[in-house]
């Protein structure tokens, strides 16, 4: 850490790999079992959530994978610069007695940095957005600060979001509403119903007035309200929500598509579920074209001994340089047969979708057109993760991807594999 002069207490530069257009900023004091509430939260409030332990912010970008950091420690609130920042917003956070503010982004290695104890807001900004979505690149240049404060009980401020030349704000989602306040004083917008920062929960009134867009309004019962909750849960989940899923990252749409294949890798022994996970990458690595890479083989090597992985797959620090690698081999493909037709030199892989979806009535995440590499390429760096059913469960999620509208073939060669996951029959 440098120190600083004035208020300033400290600094330190960091660098997230950061994907799915989201990262945490956790003060240890967290289990983990409320980051998928907060994150739904956020989405109906953007840009931010947090319940004073966890704060999850949205990113306007979907992934930045050398996403530039820097954590500022101050006595005081610092005077405000927000006319420099396309993305502001604050919230409450309390750092545990290990004193580390973890910062971190689904499937990514986390970033530790040391902060004292206690009770802090929390200002989060970030500029240097291209798109809302996908910015056109793995390392877009986006870059954020956080700096932190004792609160002293002190009033966040409110959020800016980035208006988009031409495009505007995305709207917020529909609410989830667990809380939706005091019934004496109604919200005027259905959006205005959450949680607050600070955890606390009030008493629910047996009737909540919402109040449309369009000047309409519509009295619902509390109860009425949290059915819709659980109703769009159990949509996305395809069923009632796994727990043990929450923080897998692909593991919703997995389980929308094939819950039984979930649940069985779930019940897998440890070994077992190792087994899966390396199985997983190698056959999206085949598939893809990617194992026979003399920068690709020594990592499949290893996972197949139960060896650490050598670089450029020592961890998801090290994405960017993989991207990058396969970017060079396409040029030199492309340099080494220029006189082929077009159509032959697309880097893009397109299926026929000939295999029949594992089953028809079910939303098929993966029937879409990718770049079959790019998608498996993570497969590796997940199925070394620590935890071997997390490793499993998103390596077959980055495997899905990879297969697209074949998808059906992975599902059933892993079955044909591990006679255990076989499909029960009907």
């Not at 979001?161 to 495009?167: A, H, K, L, Q, T």
Request: aromatic share 8%.
């Amino acid at each position: 850490m440098t120190e600083h002069s004035e208020t300033a207490l400290s600094s330190e530069h960091v660098e997230l790999t950061m994907d799915h257009g989201q990262f945490y900023l956790r003060g240890g004091l967290d289990d983990g079992e409320n980051e998928y509430p907060l994150l739904e939260q956020a989405l109906a409030n953007q840009p931010t959530a947090g319940d004073g332990k966890t704060l999850v912010i949205l990113s306007p970008h979907q992934n930045n994978f050398e996403m530039s950091i820097d954590v500022e420690l101050f006595t005081a609130r610092p005077p405000s610069d927000d006319d420099q920042w396309q993305q502001v917003s604050e919230d409450r956070l309390e750092i545990g007695p290990e004193g580390v503010l973890q910062i971190d982004s689904t499937t990514m290695d986390p970033v530790d940095c040391l902060i004292p104890p206690g009770d802090y807001l929390v200002q989060v900004s970030g500029r240097g957005f291209v798109n809302y979505g996908w910015p056109g690149s793995t390392t877009p240049g986006d870059v954020w600060r956080i700096r932190l404060w004792p609160s002293h009980a002190a009033a966040t401020r409110a959020a800016i979001r980035w208006d988009m030349p031409g495009y505007g704000v995305p709207d917020d989602d529909k609410p989830v509403v667990d809380d939706p306040g005091p019934a004496s004083e109604p919200s005027s917008s259905a959006s205005d119903f959450h949680v607050d920062s600070s955890g606390s929960q009030s008493e629910s009134p047996a009737f909540i007035t919402i109040f449309h867009e369009d000047g309409t309004t519509q009295l619902l019962s509390s109860a009425e309200l949290t059915q819709q909750r659980i109703d769009r849960e159990r949509s996305a989940w395809g069923g009632e929500p796994i727990p043990q899923v929450l923080s897998y990252n692909g593991g919703q749409d997995l389980t929308r598509f094939d819950r039984e294949l979930v649940m069985s890798i779930l019940a897998a022994d440890d070994a077992t579920a190792r087994s899966i996970a390396t199985w997983c990458a190698i056959a999206a690595a085949e598939f893809s074209g990617l194992s026979d890479r003399p920068w690709v083989r020594p990592a499949l090597d290893a996972l197949a001994a139960g060896r650490a992985l050598p670089s450029p797959f020592t961890g998801y620090h090290e994405i960017g340089r993989v991207f990058a690698q396969l970017g060079a081999d396409r040029e030199a493909e492309l340099a080494a047969h220029e006189d082929i037709d077009d159509e032959t030199e697309t880097t893009s892989v397109s299926y026929s979708g000939s295999y029949e979806r594992v089953d028809e009535t079910l939303d098929n995440p993966y029937d879409i057109v990718v770049d079959a590499a790019s998608m498996a390429i993570p497969s590796v760096l997940s199925a070394a993760d620590e935890d071997p059913h997390k490793a499993a469960v998103e390596t077959l999620g980055h495997a899905s991807h990879a297969y697209a509208a074949n998808v059906a073939e992975l599902h059933a060669e892993l079955r044909s594999a591990f006679p255990g996951l076989q499909k029960t029959a009907d």
